[in-house]
């Protein structure tokens, strides 16, 4: 069984078209990231939420907007792509242990959504 | 801001024989956590090992252990017997406590297992 899972794996648009990737993750976990790999394989957070809810916003342009309909799932939606915004795109997942101020210990890794923007 | 660095961009090893990557952070916290992830040609995220900074003790799994240096802020993995199967990408990751969730990722080291 998937325990984080990612559509679609590969994504190939036209620079100025608007796509979303969608992320389920069926850990029961409670906090869900995206990262951003970039050619050089650098990974870098971009956003992160726990119960629904944004906690960490990186520096990243507003037109990148997660979405977590529920705490299972997080959403990437890209308006007016740029040829930038080529990259993998990994979701994640972790437990929160609990309180608040808890610790939110290993992150489990989608498979990764490849864009290319053309 | 936390840093980590991967000082090898690329590291060889002979098919069963043993090689250390190194990884070396900068932070002002006293409790957070450390990670390997192992990223193969199908490009998922695999963790491989981790270790808690309060725990002096190195964490190991199977045939992949770690060296934590806390004051050296030192935090090497070595893999034993090394197979085809351990050829990846590895990257060392920090993850602080108490409201600081994000993983922090070295640049990663290529490793090639020569048959």
């Known amino acids: 069984d998937t325990a984080v899972s990612q559509t679609p794996k590969y994504l190939v648009t036209q620079m100025g078209n608007d796509k979303s990737i969608k992320c389920e993750q069926n850990?029961?976990?409670?906090?869900m990231y995206w990262y951003k790999q970039d050619s050089k394989k650098f990974l870098k957070i971009m956003f992160s939420?726990?119960?629904?809810?944004?906690?960490i916003n990186e520096t990243v342009p507003n037109r990148f907007s997660p979405k977590s309909p529920d705490k299972a799932h997080l959403n990437l939606h890209i308006n007016s792509l740029e040829l930038g915004d080529s990259a993998v795109y990994f979701c994640?997942?972790?437990?929160?242990?609990?309180?608040?101020?808890?610790?939110?210990?290993?992150?489990?890794f989608g498979p990764g959504t490849r864009l290319l923007v053309l | 801001a936390q840093t980590v660095t991967q000082s090898q961009p690329e590291m060889s090893v002979q098919e069963a024989e043993t090689v250390t990557l190194s990884c070396t952070y900068d932070t002002s916290e006293s409790d957070y956590y450390l990670f390997w992830y192992k990223q193969p040609p199908s490009r998922q995220m695999i963790l491989v090992i981790r270790q808690e900074a309060y725990k002096q003790q190195n964490a190991t799994e199977n045939r992949f252990s770690v060296n934590f240096q806390k004051a050296a802020k030192s935090f090497s993995l070595k893999i034993s017997d090394s197979q085809l199967g351990d050829a990846a990408m590895y990257f060392c990751?920090?993850?602080?406590?108490?409201?600081?969730?994000?993983?922090?990722f070295g640049t990663g080291t290529r490793l090639t297992i020569i048959p």
């Open positions: 939420y726990n119960n629904k809810e944004l906690i």
């Open positions: 990751a920090y993850k602080g406590n108490f409201g600081n969730e994000k993983l922090t």
């Open positions: 850990l029961g976990h409670d906090t």
């Open positions: 994640a997942s972790s437990q929160d242990r609990g309180t608040p101020g808890g610790r939110r210990e290993t992150q489990y």
